[in-house]
Every structure is written in structure tokens, then in C-alpha cells.
């Protein structure tokens, strides 16, 4: 008996690979994947919005499509950019065909998220998914009722019609009916609408679930909102053979000098000549004349090479520490809010934004470890949160450095943003661990526990300056009404001249300064610098 | 300005999308590159051998390709069934191709592991990989040098050649230059191997690494083999609506009642009646003439029927408890070990069995926590211990019911082998959570724990009965010498009735037992029952 008889050997379509193993997109059981559906179309609509400066409305309409088969209709709208009416078959019906396969911030990054949900759906409940949709200023609404020929990873449309667009309107708006359970899953999805609220507070969601009065609305809270990402070119260090490779054969003819300009971020001609003088090339050889060992070299040398431009950040668009502020005092209600957007930073040629923040107090409710909001390219990762980098680095600080002492009514947020997000599954919940991101993570709390600290010492100083007010008060009015007896002096006259002295030494400028604390956040900027000098070394 | 201007749409191959996301598959940098890729092959070698009771003979050896670059070689040969000459440029050269697609237990899972080295290799020095296999009784060994057009998801044969067989030899050979950190990485490798070896004592392993005094040898140390898992048909419980039309298609005219016989596990001709009768299904309908309707009806009520055999266990191949037993001895060497192998049991339709073994005292360092050793298929578990369900379930135990106070020298080994392991990634790391597994998973563990107590209480009263004897014996010898000098008696035969006497009373068969603990390992099973009355209820 030979191999070919005991082993069969066949060829599975990217539609038939994940339809089999959809755990690894998330799709796990019937609660996950009702999660997981609204999170994919929600990222869908945020990327189509404030991609765009557009302050995202999405609407959620959840009903029962059969009650006692346990399917359930998932209806999501957006205000965004909308899809071009030829593009919708392949964009839901087509594993691996996407607008996300580019160097730029998306919340998606497989391009997977809505072929899944057609699969699930496809899977479970044989229905289509209906899609509706208008690019902008489109006279036209088109409308398709797609499946998935999973063999061939085709698209196939069931239906199609297009609707006179008469109001303008523009965006995409999808029904979807599978099988789930949405009593458990009601709870997470809720969670997540309030975690994506707290760091796209310029975004309003409403979300209706099966009973007419189980209505949540999340109001926009802001209209500001962060400039949109720039598309970019890949960073010459984070170049692998094969991307060269490709390049090449897109223009064999074009010079080496005019190629490094034209496809690899923040390569000018000055730059571009200094390199071929390192890697010993000459500037008018055409890049297809490589031979094989000069191109491993070549790639070899571009990421040897240290005096590249650092990756650009337009790439990139970070929240800032204004809408990340307003995000987070919404959400939390807690008595202060501090925040801080680093500087770009790089791993592998990727350029990444760490932004944080800490909030402290008011509605926070105290526990014996900081609660920790974890979100990467404005996505928040709820499940998975043992394993995260995040956690570790916040479980590491000693935080009776910044004078906290558990339990605390602490809370940190952070929030990570790159055109690479290293994420170690497809259904993105855990981060992988890259040193460079770790870094920043943790100069990033460090900042925002800073500001905590001068914050917590100023109250306590504040606190002693009002007790020792009011003590020489007390005195003072002994002395006032002493003085008054002996000198016959105007008793308040008196008192004015001594509680001034009192204030005078303790230096205190006003009393309502004092009492309302507004000196505080006020000034917290400035001391920053000084503050440093405290910090306990890494 | 329209969508269409703003958003560029494209389509990928599967093997771009891999390329571009190798984190998804474990490929996240250039240590555990190194790891992933050793690991693959090497659970490549393995299913092509122990599936088919081959008792596995598998060589890996590390070498510089280029120092400086940090590029590795590695060379991983098998004794296994080989690869088809024909087969072997898709095996390796084409994403989403696979013998892997069956229902089995294999180690692999996804066939994704052996074209992301192929694509990692490629990416990273562009050299192609060298495959030589020759099938069992194959009078060829196959050469080929591949690489993959990424664009196409095809393979490249770089060259191809057929040598004469001259010694019979069969199993496969790899070799692949890729740029890693294999000092970095090496640890982990022979972690790796050492767990591995744990789950298959029968396998032998040599790693090389680059100096040629760096060797390590896995000796085999049984030649028991478990019997391999045989290939199943799909439980009517796991289908889906896709999977059905997919049947369906390949023969419209099929009865309905032939058509579940030959196409699902355990469906006879009573059970198949019965369930059409729940249905309202005529028998001779031919399977295509299902409506829409009808057909999703079908698939809810297959899942619905209670009267489906259990999912079979034959797909399975467990570890068995003495294999289990003779792997954690010889690499843990602790003082005692148990082991228990669990009934079948199935989730969603996917049969599956969990093992566990406690390995006590001997060369375990006592630690505050058990040890935890997880293994999947045969697979173990070395990343993200800490959101694992079996670090969790562990952890929930209340370890001093079980006479076991920490730090204790206690080490918990779990195998969980499954047709569908629900891994969370492609990774393979972590295990989704899936309740009908956590239960079995905790039985496990509760029933090798109860044998632990059994242990310990048995060792203390034997502790206890000998500081008895011993006290006895004491006193007695006052006895023998007193009685000696008022009877007259002989000394030696006054003591040896004394003894006796002792011996009776205390119900010490013979000393030698009580000194070798040999009464303890050999009856523990009939006591299992009566012990778990004292299990804590859950």
C-alpha cells in the first residue's frame, strides 16, 4: 500500500478555510458571534466615516428573525462614504478582496470582518445578507442580496436593484440574519459601544434590541474630531525580499535612484544617493538588473542603513488628548482626567502612536488594581486582557510612587495606533509582543501616573493649608476680639486686616481658589519637567 | 469627488495574506520564527509517522547559513510515510493545500504550517526550500527546490530531480535558510522537544545545533504506540446548513434515507428512520428536491434529534494511560505519577477525550502553584499559559482537600485530543472556551488529585505505623530480655513471637512492605470509589 492510497490530498478556497475555522476570526459560539457581527459592521462604519471627518451616526437594530430557532436579524446604518455599487458583490462575497490592504490606519485590518459575518450568517441560517448602499454624492442607492459560492470564493447575488437616491442620502446600511444568542451577548456589545464611545466621542450609536423600549442611545459629545490618516508608501526598513521583488516587477526599467524615491516613505534624493554610495550601487542602474544575491543585499543593507527618515505619523491618527479627555470624562465621570498623546515611534518600519489616560475618582468605583481600557487603532480589546502587554506593564508600576494606595478609584486607558497593529489573532484581541510598542506603553502611564501624583500631592496640600486656615481663623478671632476690647478698634476692621495676614502667610491668594481647587488642573503642564526629577528609575 | 476616487479596492492571494499577516500564524519575529518553524516541521514528521505506527525517528539539525545576516539553516529529516512526488510542489507551495482537511486527529490543523516557513523563508533571504521524500515501498526518492508565486498562490520549482532508492528508505527532508535568532530561540526549541517527548516517549528526537558538540538526544523509551485515529465522517450533530448543500450537491438524486447512512457518523438504518419520521420526511425522496425551507428545517432538526449515537472515538488517537505515565517518568522524574484517559465525550457534534497525569515529589521543584504541562493533539501548549482553561481550572481547586500544602513539588500534565481542537489562532497557543471541555478537563484533573490523596494518606499512615513498630519493638525488646531471664526461654525465638505479635496487632503483613511503599501504587484503583465520597461537590 503506497502513500497516495493511505493520504488524500485536495485544495480548500479562502471562503471554504475560514468558514471551517472560524474560531480563529472570532467566531466561536453563538454569543461570540453575535458580538463579533455587530463589532465587525460597527469598524466597517467608523472606518467609512471619521475616516473621512465625517462625526460618525451608526445605527444597531437587533430583532428575532425566528425566536425559536434562535436567529437573529442584526440591521447596521451608517452616515459614511459608502461603497461604488460594481465593488459590493466582491466586498462582501469575495475572502481576501478589500480597501484595507493599505499604510494607513483602519479599525479593520484583515479586510476579513464582513465576509465572516456572510459566512456565519450563510452557515447557520442559509439566508442572504441585504445590502444597501450610496457612495457620496451618488444618484443612485444600490441595493444587493448577496451570498458566497464558499467552493469557488465567489460572490453571488441573489438580487439586485437600484433606488433613486432622492435625499441625498449616502452611506451603507446592511440586514443579516444568523443564528446567536443575544440575550448573552446583549452585555459585551454594550460594553464595547461604550469603550469605542470613549475614544470616538465625536461618534453617536443607537442601539435597539428586540423590545421597543430596549433603546440605547450614546450621544455625540464632541465635534471635534482627529485629522484623518494620510495613505502612505512602506518605510525602507520595513521592507521584506518579497515586497522588492514586487515592486520591481511593477517598472524592471526604472533607475535604482528614481525607484527609492518614488515607492519608500521619506526618501528624498539626498538620502536615496547616500545609500547607493552604501550599498555600492550605481544611481542609473534599472532596479530590474539586480541579480538575486544584490537584492538580498540590497534589502539586507535598507534595513542596515540608520540615517532614513524616522516613519512618518500622517499615516497615523492618533485620538489627542482633548477628544480623548472629553472621551473618557463621558464614559467614567470620574473627578479628573489627565492625558498625554506621545510622540511617533517606529517598530520594524511601522510607525505607531501610544496615547493614555488616567482618570481618578468621582463615579469610579475603587479596587485593588487599576481598571484597564485597552484599544488598538481605536478598536477596544475586551476579551484576552491576562495576556496583554497592557496589563503587565500597569501591574508592574509601583504605584505608591504616585501616591496611590489600593484600593483606589483608578482607571488607565490606552490606546496604541499604528498602520501595523500586531495583533496575534485574526479575531484581534491580544496584542503581540513588540519591545518598541512595550516602551512606549510604559513611558506613556508613567506620564499620565506623574500628573496623578502632582495632582493627589497638591490636594493634600491644600487639604493641610485648610485645616491651618481655619485654625488661625479660630485664633484670629480670639486675637481680633482682644484687640478690639484694648485698642477700641472697629471689630471688623480688625478682622479684615488679621485674616489677611493669616493668608498673606500662608499664602494663600484667594479663598475660593482654595476652596474650588481650580488651580490644579490649571497649571499641571508647567510642572511637568520638574516633576520628573522624581521619577523612579526603570 | 466620489467614493471611487477616495477607496481602492484589490484583492489578495491567500498567500499574500499571509505573508502580510504572518503574526496570525506565530511567525511574529525573528526568535519565534525560529520556534514556529522547528515546530511545524517537526508535528509535520510526526503525523506522517506515529499516524500510521511508525515509531518516529527525527532528526533536526541547526547550522549559519550566514553569520552575519543571522541566517539559519534548518534541516529536519523524517522516517514518515513520505510525500507523493506529484503532490509535493503543492504541499509546499500552495496556500490552503493540505492532506489535513479530514476529520482525524492530526497535529497539525489548519495545513498552513509548512507554506508559512516556505513563505517566511522567502520573505526573508529568498532561497527556496529544498524538499526530498520518497513514499513507503517507492523505488524514487523525489528533489525538488521550491519557492511560491506569491501572486498566483502557486508554486515555483526552482529544480527537480529523481535519485535512485537504494535502500529502501522512506520519510521526508527539509531544508530551509531564514533569518531568525536561533540563540534566542533554542531554549525554547528543546522546551518544546522535551514536552513533546513527554506525550510520545515512543518518538526519538536529535537536535544539532550549530556547534558540532551542541546535541541533544531524545532517546525512545517505550515501543508501545498508541493506535492511530481513524477517518471519520461528520457527527449529524456538527453539520451546518453549508455542509449539507455541499453533500447534496455531489449527488441530487440520492435518497434522503441513503443519503444519511453514507455521509454521517453512527447513522443506521433505525436511526436514520426514526429521524425522518421526526422530520416528516418521506424516505425515497431524492435529497435534492429539499426546498430551501425544507433544508434549513433538516439542518435544526439534526442538531435538535437526541437519538444520534455519541460522536465515535476512533477518529481519536489518546496518548493512553501507561504511554502517558512511561513519557512523564522519563522527563520529569518525579517520585509518583498518575494518570487517568477520560471516556469520549463531544461538543457541537466534535468528539474528543481528555488525559491527565500528576506527577508528585522526586526531581519536581516544590513551587506555589502545580506546574502546568498542556498539551493539544499531542501539540504542547507553550505561549499564553495565562488565559489557558487549564491554568484557570487548576487554580480553582482547593488544593489542601487533596492533603497538598504549597510549595509543593507538583506537576499536572493535560492532554486534550479532538477531530476539531478550538484553537483561538492560527498559532495554535490557546484554546477557546467551550464548556463541554472545561467539564472533562476538571474531572481530569479532580480524578489523578484524588489518587494524590490517596497517596499522601496512605504515606502518612504508613509513617505513623512504622514510628509505631518501631516504638514497639523498643518496649518488646525490654519484654524479650525480661521473660528471657524469668523463663529461661531462647532469646532469638522470644523476640522473633514478640515481633510477630507486633506485627499481628499493627496488621503489618511484612516489614519490607511497609519500607518500600510497594503496597501503595498497586491497589490504588480499586479505591477510587469509596474516595469520592469525599469529593468537594463543584
Redesign the interface.
Known amino acids: 500500500?503506497?502513500?497516495?492510497d493511505?493520504?488524500?490530498?485536495?485544495?480548500?478556497?479562502?471562503a471554504?478555510?475560514f468558514?471551517?475555522?472560524r474560531?480563529?476570526a472570532g467566531f466561536?459560539?453563538p454569543t461570540r458571534a453575535i458580538y463579533q457581527t455587530i463589532r465587525e459592521l460597527v469598524e466597517n462604519s467608523l472606518d467609512a466615516t471619521e475616516t473621512?471627518k465625517i462625526p460618525p451616526s451608526i445605527k444597531i437594530y437587533i430583532d428575532y428573525a425566528n425566536q425559536s430557532?434562535s436567529w437573529i436579524s442584526i440591521y447596521a446604518e451608517d452616515n459614511g462614504?459608502?461603497?461604488?455599487g460594481n465593488?459590493i458583490p466582491?466586498?462582501f462575497g469575495?475572502v481576501?478582496?478589500?480597501?484595507k490592504?493599505?499604510i494607513k490606519q483602519h479599525r479593520g485590518i484583515?479586510?476579513l470582518g464582513a465576509k465572516m459575518v456572510v459566512l456565519y450568517a450563510?452557515?447557520?441560517?442559509?439566508t442572504p445578507i441585504l445590502v444597501r448602499s450610496a457612495?457620496?454624492?451618488?444618484d443612485a442607492i444600490y441595493e444587493y442580496q448577496l451570498m458566497i459560492d464558499?467552493?469557488k470564493n465567489e460572490p453571488v447575488i441573489v438580487s439586485q436593484r437600484t433606488i433613486e437616491n432622492k435625499h441625498g442620502w449616502h452611506g451603507t446600511a446592511i440586514k443579516v440574519v444568523l443564528e446567536g444568542d443575544w440575550i448573552k451577548a446583549k452585555r459585551r456589545v454594550e460594553e464595547y459601544l461604550r469603550r469605542t464611545a470613549m475614544v470616538a466621542p465625536y461618534a453617536e450609536f443607537i442601539l435597539r434590541g428586540p423590545d421597543e423600549d430596549d433603546v440605547i442611545k450614546i450621544p455625540r459629545v464632541t465635534t471635534k474630531m482627529p485629522d484623518p490618516p494620510k495613505e502612505g508608501l512602506p518605510h525602507p526598513k520595513s521592507v521584506?525580499?518579497?515586497?522588492i521583488?514586487?515592486l520591481i516587477q511593477r517598472d524592471p526599467n526604472v533607475p535604482i535612484f528614481e525607484f527609492l524615491i518614488e515607492n519608500f516613505d521619506g526618501v528624498g534624493e539626498i538620502i536615496a544617493k547616500k545609500f547607493l554610495d552604501f550599498v555600492g550601487l550605481q544611481p542609473d542602474m534599472p532596479v530590474g538588473k539586480l541579480m538575486?544575491d544584490e537584492?538580498?543585499n540590497f534589502v539586507?543593507k535598507m534595513r542596515e542603513f540608520n540615517e532614513w527618515k524616522r516613519p512618518r505619523a500622517d499615516w497615523l491618527s492618533p485620538i489627542g488628548e482633548d477628544i480623548l479627555a472629553e472621551g473618557v470624562r463621558f464614559v467614567l465621570r470620574p473627578e479628573v482626567v489627565f492625558t498625554v498623546t506621545r510622540k511617533p515611534s517606529s517598530y520594524m518600519g511601522n510607525p505607531f502612536i501610544v496615547e493614555a489616560a488616567l482618570a481618578w475618582g468621582g463615579a469610579i468605583e475603587p479596587s485593588d488594581k487599576p481598571t484597564i481600557y485597552r484599544f488598538a487603532n481605536k478598536v477596544p480589546l475586551i476579551y484576552?486582557e491576562?495576556?496583554d502587554i497592557v496589563r503587565k506593564i500597569v501591574d508592574e508600576i509601583d504605584w505608591t510612587q504616585y501616591r496611590v494606595k489600593f484600593p483606589a478609584p483608578l482607571a488607565i486607558v490606552v490606546h496604541i495606533c499604528s498602520t501595523k497593529i500586531?495583533?496575534?489573532?485574526?479575531?484581534k484581541e491580544a496584542i503581540?509582543?513588540?519591545p518598541e510598542i512595550e516602551n512606549e506603553v510604559r513611558n506613556a502611564v508613567r506620564e499620565v501616573a506623574r500628573k496623578l501624583r502632582l495632582y493627589i500631592t497638591r490636594k493634600e496640600k491644600e487639604q493641610e493649608l485648610l485645616m491651618k486656615y481655619a485654625i488661625f481663623s479660630m485664633y484670629g478671632e480670639e486675637v481680633v476680639n482682644a484687640l478690639s476690647y484694648v485698642s477700641k478698634a472697629d471689630l471688623d476692621e480688625l478682622r479684615s486686616s488679621i485674616n489677611a495676614l493669616i493668608r498673606e502667610k500662608l499664602r494663600i491668594k484667594s479663598l475660593e481658589d482654595l476652596l474650588t481647587n481650580h488651580s490644579i488642573e490649571g497649571d499641571e503642564d508647567g510642572n511637568n519637567n520638574e516633576d520628573q526629577k522624581h521619577e523612579p528609575s526603570s
Chains 1, 2 share one sequence.
Open positions: 500500500m503506497g502513500t497516495s493511505i493520504v488524500k490530498f485536495e485544495a480548500l478556497s479562502p471554504e478555510f468558514r471551517r475555522n474560531e480563529i466561536s459560539n473621512f430557532k462614504i459608502g461603497i461604488p465593488e466582491n466586498v469575495r481576501f478582496y478589500s480597501s490592504y493599505r484583515f479586510g450563510q452557515s447557520t441560517t442559509n457612495p457620496l454624492k451618488s464558499i467552493t521584506d525580499v518579497e515586497l521583488k514586487q538575486n537584492l538580498i539586507t484576552d491576562g495576556n500586531p495583533y496575534a489573532s485574526a479575531g503581540a509582543e513588540v
